[in-house]
């Protein structure tokens, strides 16, 4: 073959390189070498920032790049148990399963979404919607789909890991409710922890995205039950996956609150007071011990488990029956006849009446030009103490109420604990109202009108008092004079079962006069249960005597409307029925006091709810005559 | 038609090879390193990356066995072709992250751009070839070559890829400051340059590479977002001390904190793994591989050869430069391969035919006539 056959093109080239001379090679020479001092010198940068960043910072890189990779991942304490008196368990804490997905790990996030839905039971629109509120959230972290799914739904995710890749399921603490929304209230609930309650703690204790007790109990003893939060240390990947367990702390569970409420008594009160609105309170006499404290209708505390929704909350907003505050110290009605227990001890006190003053109840009393009827337009006749107590004459007191000075009245209805707070630890307690002339002065900046008092007398007008107030008022008449603070907790049981803390009993005060005077009330208060014509015979027992006092209060003045059928009387101006008790009348031992909103009459309303309470008490606890025979 | 000549196995240079393929080793195993994770063990990229060696040394063995002299006749025809493919991945390639980089020929995906730098080189050094009188270039002789590195330059820039379209004036800057010059042609070329670079800011760079010159000086500044490559690199690169943390131990690596570990930021990996020593005999090595391609330009029988070598010498040396100074926070985050070391096999195989282009220069520089 012809070597030469290149294109003339080359042999031109070929004559080029011959050319090359010595001057231009030493030129060429000269800048190579230039070049060499080039890669030699930034080789030199490059040596000596990596010995500026591996030898003279490196400890400080290599604490960065622990810090980078080390997370301490907070455990979530189990929070206390709150038990009742008789160390059942009413509210406790289950480990919920919530569905989170890792966006960036999903190739196919549509077929992922579709897939959910069928399985979550949600409409993909739902879950697009949760998407879209996570849209912030970086894609490499966990976005919460659904909160608190079933058994069956976490089996089935479980097991179907691989096609849905990216969503897991993240188990965090929920309160469980052993008992559903018994004495809810005073339960009160959990809620996310907001901006405020993050930064008052200061020792560190929470961080975003916390429960944290919002109402009631919990809030109130958020301390005691939240417990101490464990330490994880993780080793994780850039996206925060978990890679190894480093070390561990255990979270320390929260200590136990033990109530001094009987779950079978505040079941046998709700249960009673069901499709009512109101309010049921049980103490025992001598300790100031809350046996029932409930208001109804409950909260639906399941609704708050994973943080309440809105639609939920409107709904208890817009419920007639007001489900959100704790009416039995939050909600202030006028005492109404309940009140004639202390009109009849300011007379006794004030000498303006004796046991045995007989007074003739026409049906009413005038005074000036106006007549203030007995509830029996017909009339009582002759009615002692006794029997106006028994029977709830209005005219009997009103004769008191014509020579009582108002702030005398006022005084002995303060030495029984009304007009003020009971102390009870529950937020937002209303303290009621007790008028006097200076109050009304100051309110109105009137002078007060004889014929004010005559309605005071009976618990009508300005008076307004508490359904724990009159439940403090009935058991100070029951034990003799002593004042209690109301108190539902019996003990805090820290996790090893050991009691660290008791709450004995609180006297807050003493009634201010004779006890003999106490008696008298007592005795109206048993006839008014048991005597043939009493207003309380619909709270009568067998076996034990009951003591108590009805009453009425009015919500409206119905006067103009006197003839009208009860029952065309719409619900919310009909009057509150009240009903307040203690038994056994020889030796008391719980004071009972029911309201119901709107029941319209204490007899009839109240009384048997009272009953059943008082009934099931001693269904629990046994005839008390029985009881004391060992002794 | 081709008589083999003893002489050029005489004059093969031994040395650079064995340092190439100590540099490749080092590379593959970091590869496997940085790709490694305890669940699956090696990943598809090692054995990828090693079917680009083979294949690169299939091409090697192409190269040396043809006068390299025969490109002064091609140089033409390859500008042409490669011109075409960087036209094609810009209108009809495959998108990745929102770029414009990659031609899929079915097995794997082409990155003309990187074919690119060795067409410039090519032609730079036959124009220069040439075009030398020996009197030095006037700026008028000058228009040329910068037209010749203008269009692949703006092709690359619309895919947008600012590395290597950079890359590419860098090879033009160092080839024709390595031929004579009229002294004229230097400053009106300088100052025109230092026109050009507000020009550059205002018009032609995009805002997320804006940023990323930003926080190179203060990389705190964006720490999750164009800062992350530069933290996470230093991280990596620091936490190595002096001895390393061990082969596949690198903490920064495996759980991911560092970025594009097995492309653009391998030697981060490296760094944190085997530490400042083992960084310092990477270095050495890379160092003597560049002063072996420098050493040959020096000693080529003719001056295309010496351009030709000195070319891709410094596409090499200014390749891995800048990928350093970028990963130790030196320089802004551009994507540009670390030759040799980064994943890639359009890079690997334009390194491969780069480094052919040597070994056949220094083979054939006692050749003074056509055998």
Redesign the interface.
């Known amino acids: 073959m012809n070597k030469n056959h290149s294109l003339p093109y080359m042999q031109r080239t070929i004559t080029r390189i011959n050319k090359l001379d010595e001057a231009e090679l030493f030129i060429l020479k000269k800048r190579l070498a230039i070049a060499t001092g080039v890669v030699l010198t930034l080789t030199a940068v490059i040596i000596l920032r990596l010995w500026f960043l591996q030898v003279n910072k490196g400890f400080e890189f290599e604490e960065r790049a622990k810090v980078n990779r080390v997370r301490a991942l907070r455990i979530v304490a189990p929070r206390g148990n709150v038990l009742d008196r008789k160390n059942r368990l009413l509210i406790t804490t289950r480990p919920s399963f919530n569905v989170v997905w890792t966006r960036e790990d999903t190739p196919d996030p549509a077929l992922v979404i579709k897939r959910l839905s069928k399985i979550l039971g949600d409409d993909i629109t739902t879950i697009l919607d949760r998407i879209r509120a996570g849209e912030d959230i970086p894609k490499y972290l966990p976005l919460l789909l659904k909160e608190d799914i079933d058994w069956r739904t976490l089996v089935y995710i479980e097991n179907n890991h691989l096609k849905l890749p990216g969503v897991r399921i993240e188990v965090v603490p929920a309160r469980e409710y052993l008992y559903d929304n018994l004495a809810s209230h005073m339960a009160g609930y959990l809620g996310e922890i907001d901006r405020a309650e993050l930064e008052e703690s200061r020792g560190g204790e929470y961080e975003g995205g916390d429960r944290i007790g919002k109402q009631g109990l919990e809030k109130i003893f958020e301390k005691q039950l939240r417990g101490e939060k464990g330490v994880l240390m993780v080793e994780v990947d850039a996206r925060g996956f978990e890679k190894k367990q480093l070390a561990k702390k255990e979270p320390l569970p929260g200590n136990d609150i033990k109530l001094t409420i009987d779950a079978d008594l505040q079941v046998a009160a709700e249960k009673a007071m069901a499709g009512r609105a109101g309010a049921v309170v049980a103490t025992e006499v001598d300790t100031g011990r809350l046996l029932v404290l409930a208001s109804s209708p409950p909260l639906e505390l399941n609704e708050f488990v994973g943080g309440i929704s809105r639609d939920a909350w409107q709904a208890m907003l817009d419920d007639p029956l007001h489900p959100l505050p704790n009416k039995a110290i939050q909600g202030q009605y006028p005492p109404a006849s309940i009140y004639k227990m202390v009109t009849a001890l300011a007379g006794l006190g004030e000498g303006l009446i004796t046991p045995d003053t007989v007074v003739n109840c026409t049906g009413s009393l005038r005074l000036g030009s106006r007549a203030y009827r007995c509830w029996k337009e017909s009339g009582h006749g002759m009615v002692d103490l006794t029997r106006a107590l028994a029977e709830s004459c209005d005219v009997y007191f009103y004769k008191i109420g014509l020579e009582l000075d108002v702030d005398r009245l006022a005084f002995y209805a303060g030495s029984l604990g009304l007009g003020k707070k009971t102390g009870i630890n529950l937020e937002h307690e209303k303290s009621g109202l007790i008028p006097t002339a200076d109050w009304k002065r100051r309110t109105y900046r009137e002078p007060w009108q004889p014929g004010e008092t005559l309605s005071i007398v009976i618990g009508q007008g300005f008076n307004l008092t508490t359904p724990l107030q009159i439940n403090v008022m009935t058991a100070t008449i029951a034990n003799g004079g002593v004042i209690y603070q109301p108190q539902f907790i019996k003990e805090i049981i820290d996790p090893d079962g050991k009691t660290i803390r008791n709450f004995p009993p609180v006297r807050t005060g003493e009634y201010q006069d004779k006890e003999a005077n106490l008696e008298l009330i007592r005795r109206g208060l048993v006839a008014a249960v048991n005597d043939p014509l009493g207003t309380g015979s619909n709270a009568r027992l067998n076996e034990i005597t009951v003591a108590g006092k009805t009453g009425t209060a009015q919500v409206v003045q119905l006067s103009h409307v006197e003839d009208i059928e009860e029952e065309m009387i719409p619900y919310n101006r009909r009057d509150h029925a009240w009903f307040t008790a203690f038994a056994p009348a020889e030796k008391p031992e719980i004071a009972v006091t029911v309201l119901v909103e709107h029941g319209r009459h204490g007899g009839s309303a109240a009384a048997p709810i009272a009953k059943q309470v008082l009934r099931e008490y001693f269904k629990l606890n046994g005839d008390p005559k029985d009881r004391r025979q060992p002794e | 038609?081709f008589?083999f000549d003893r002489r050029l196995l005489l004059n093969f240079d031994w040395t650079l090879l064995v340092t190439v393929v100590i540099v490749a080793a080092m590379g593959l195993a970091n590869l496997y390193s940085a790709t490694y994770s305890s669940e699956a063990g090696a990943s598809s990229y090692f054995f990828r990356q090693l079917y680009f060696y083979l294949l690169g040394s299939g091409l090697i063995l192409a190269v040396i066995s043809v006068d390299y002299?025969i490109l002064?006749?091609l140089n033409y025809p390859i500008y042409i072709i490669t011109m075409a493919l960087l036209c094609i991945a810009l209108f009809f390639g495959d998108s990745v992250a929102s770029t414009q980089r990659w031609i899929d020929l079915g097995l794997f995906r082409l990155q003309p751009s990187e074919l690119a730098k060795l067409a410039l080189i090519i032609n730079l050094a036959s124009y220069y070839?040439r075009k030398d009188t020996?009197k030095g270039f006037t700026l008028r002789e000058l228009v040329a070559p910068i037209l010749l590195t203008g269009l692949p330059f703006t092709l690359i820039l619309m895919q947008p890829d600012l590395g290597t379209a950079l890359m590419l004036a860098v090879i033009f800057v160092?080839m024709t400051?390595?031929v004579?010059l009229k002294a004229r042609t230097i400053i009106s070329l300088a100052s025109s340059i230092i026109c050009l670079i507000p020009i550059a800011w205002l018009y032609v760079l995009k805002p997320y590479q804006k940023r990323r010159i930003f926080t190179l000086f203060n990389p705190e500044l964006d720490p999750h977002g164009s800062g992350y490559h530069i933290i996470?690199s230093?991280?990596?690169?620091?936490?190595?001390?002096?001895f390393g943390k061990g082969y596949l131990k690198g903490?920064?690596v495996?759980?991911?904190?560092l970025p594009e570990r097995h492309t653009d930021f391998a030697f981060s990996v490296w760094?944190e793994e085997w530490?400042?020593i083992g960084?310092?005999v990477l270095?050495a090595f890379?160092?003597f591989l560049?002063?072996l391609a420098?050493k040959i330009?020096?000693s080529a029988?003719?001056?295309?050869g010496?351009l030709l070598c000195?070319g891709i010498?410094?596409l090499l040396?200014w390749q891995a430069?800048i990928n350093?100074?970028m990963l130790?926070?030196?320089l802004p985050v551009v994507g540009m391969p670390l030759p040799l070391f980064s994943y890639g096999g359009s890079s690997l195989l334009t390194t491969l035919l780069g480094l052919g282009i040597i070994f056949n220069v220094g083979m054939r520089r006692y050749m003074?006539?056509?055998?």
Not at chain 2, 301 to 304: A, L, N, T, V, Y
């Open positions: 038609m008589r002299r002064l006749t070839y020996g160092s400051l390595l004579k996470q230093k991280i990596a690169v620091g936490s190595g001390l002096m903490t920064q495996h759980l991911k904190f760094a530490g400042f960084s310092i270095l890379y160092c560049i002063l420098l330009a020096g029988r003719d001056k295309f010496v000195f010498a410094s040396f430069f350093l100074a130790l926070g030196l003074t006539s056509n055998p």
